[in-house]
């Protein structure tokens, strides 16, 4: 068996979402469940790897959050797509700093990939933690969501718009057993949801993410039930404009998107206008979305930096800055990443976004 025709196992056209999900999550062959995509030796580098300031500031924003609900006796916070533990690892040693709060914490860790929950727990080793695969078990609240870099992992599909008629975008097999685009017309149900949607209106190419938005449905119907909130950190973009923003990404370098498939990291775009207008159609409040940039300064990113550069070396001290750098300036992760919170609260204060 080719290494192509291992991902069209069980069908021999797949729509890109479902395309996608078998390269990434492929239970042998997938990318997240085979290789590290993190870190210098991997693929890709996430913000807790390129600075651990940006670890202690989410630990910060989470105890907040938790001061502005009231400081309740039991408290929830779920991490979506934990990467290598390494946001968590931070976290867990950021709350222990802050003993009220660390007494009554529930931390949880949401992984799909097998092959990296075993990374995760090979680095954490705090028995606070639960890793879960749904969220069942999490009966009581108030609970924080929080992801960063996790819906633009999540496959997507995609459209096109032919005058009125919507045609869906999917892969399959030639004879030679290369993998081929083909569109096809899209289901009746596609067409309904699409129109559904008002930050959809107009565009010839339409990327939606149907994986995704299941997964927030959940997620938003437990903060409606227990109260709290969800924080999402991702790159993506305000106002869609018929791009295809589909990529491969290997050794940090870009890749084509069919080759060296299962080996790749392969991502999309965020659409935050869609996000927001979903979260709204799910009875939540949402806060205005803002760059990373906007957030990590309001929470004070640069004077902690400040405060820690002081007992550092010079060539220490330059370091912190490139990386802070990377973090914040508008070339970089400052304005290409982008911040959403959604909430279900009576208070509408919220650190970083006030």
Known sequence: MSTNQIFFKKSKILPTDKFFENVLYDK???YYNSQIPFGKNGDFITSPKILSIFSEIIAIWIISTWESFGKPKNFNIVELGPGDGT??????????KFP???SIKNMFLLEKSIFLRKIQKKKISNKDVKWISNLDVIKKGPIIFFGNEYFDAIPIKQFKKVKNSFFE????LDKNKKIREVF????PISVRTIKSYKSLKD????????FGLRELKKISKKISKLTGCILMIDYGYLKPNNQNTLQSVMKHKRNSLLHNLGKADITAHVNFALLREFFEKNALKVKDVITQK?????????QRAKIISKKMKFSEQSDLYVRLNRLLGSSYMGNLFKVIMAYESRNKNFAGFE
């Open 28 to 30: 042998k062959f997938g």
């Open 87 to 96: 946001l968590a690892n931070i976290l867990i040693r950021s709350f222990k």
């Open 100 to 102: 009220e709060f660390d």
């Open 169 to 172: 975008k999917n892969y399959t």
């Open 184 to 187: 096809t017309k899209a289901s």
């Open 203 to 210: 565009l010839k190419f339409i990327e939606f993410p149907q």
């Open 294 to 302: 906007e957030f990590l300064e309001k929470m004070g990113i640069i």
